[in-house]
């Protein structure tokens, strides 16, 4: 037989102690470790970008710039301007059709966070749509609310590209 160990003497205190840190070391590694995901993450994205920049010289691109013409720099700032004005529209569109209305800051802001993340990382009625649901969900909208936002957006704008489309065809049949 084995004798048991004393469980009320200075080792069981020990051992309550050694217990009670571990779970607060643990507690707090689950509070801080999506902070130190996303450094990582991020320093992995800055490292992969001055691997991809490596060859490209800033004098070289600045040489570029001031080649190109003022006039063309301030269209192509314009244009982008106007796109972005545009995909805001897609939001308040959406927003009147379903009948909830929206400050239009709020509006700017959730259709420009949500096209330009959605768009970059891609899935965007996923992305897009998250982001929307961050910034809406806090003036009452709900997730049927932001779903219909994406809905409506994405097939407003497939409407238009096939009506573009099929303009272009007809104006420029043989363009195909």
């Known amino acids: 037989m084995t004798a048991e160990p004393n469980r009320n003497g200075p080792d069981a205190s020990v051992a309550v102690a050694m217990t009670r840190f571990k779970t607060a070391v643990l507690s707090r590694l689950k509070q801080i470790s999506p902070y130190f995901i996303a450094m990582a993450l991020f320093s992995g994205g800055l490292y992969a970008l001055h691997r991809l920049l490596a060859p490209v010289h800033l004098r070289d691109v600045m040489l ?41 800051r709020v509006i700017a802001l959730g259709g420009f966070l949500g096209y330009s993340i959605g768009n970059t990382m891609g899935l965007n009625a996923l992305t897009g749509g998250a982001v929307r649901y961050r910034i809406y969900s806090a003036l009452g909208l709900d997730a049927y609310d932001v779903a219909a936002i994406a809905v409506f957006a994405s097939a407003s704008f497939g409407f238009g590209a096939t009506i573009i489309g099929l303009g272009s065809l007809a104006l420029h049949p043989d363009a195909l």
């Open 64 to 104: 570029e710039v001031h080649s190109t013409p003022t006039s063309s720099l301030a269209i192509a700032l314009l244009a982008t301007a106007g796109a972005y004005a545009a995909l805001i529209g897609y939001d308040w569109s959406a927003l009147r059709y379903i009948g909830k209305r929206l400050p239009l």
